[in-house]
Nanobody, 127 residues
Framework: QVQLVESGGGLVQPGASLRLSCAAS????????TGWFRQAPGKEREFVAA????????RYGDSLKGRFTISRDSAKNTMYLQMNSLKPEDTAVYYC????????????????????WGQGTPVTVSS
């Protein structure tokens, strides 16, 4: 059974940075595709970023690349999301997700492709 546990969320001021982590247990991520999605109150779930572990290929949601960076640490079996220049509109619960295989680029941003989900970590950007 795969378990994904997010951490690193919190309350920050606009312009600040946060790094989210997603640690996996039960399987190694080496052949997985993993991603970050977020859901703000009253809004639909939104794709943030994803990475294909076998080759490191990444994909980002529209307008997020440049401020957000996804990465992985194979030794720690952990995925990260570095978020810089945070804005109030980045406020949401951030979820990590995993798929046991290499998703093609076009599917990396499709939530329905992912089989495993974490419980989410809240991020609030407010002054």
């Amino acid at each position: 059974q795969v378990q994904l546990v997010e951490s690193g969320g919190g309350l920050v001021q606009p312009g600040a940075s946060l790094r989210l982590s997603c640690a996996a247990s039960g399987r190694t991520f080496s052949r997985y595709s993993t991603g970050w999605f977020r859901q703000a109150p009253g809004k639909e779930r939104e794709f943030v970023a994803a990475i294909r572990w076998a080759d490191g290929n990444t994909r980002y949601g529209d307008s997020l690349k440049g401020r957000f960076t996804i990465s992985r640490d194979s030794a720690k079996n952990t995925m990260y999301l570095q978020m810089n220049s945070l804005k109030p509109e980045d406020t949401a619960v951030y979820y990590c997700a995993g798929y046991p295989g290499g998703l093609i680029y076009g599917m990396l941003g499709v939530a329905e492709q992912y089989e495993y989900w974490g419980q989410g970590t809240p991020v609030t950007v407010s002054s």
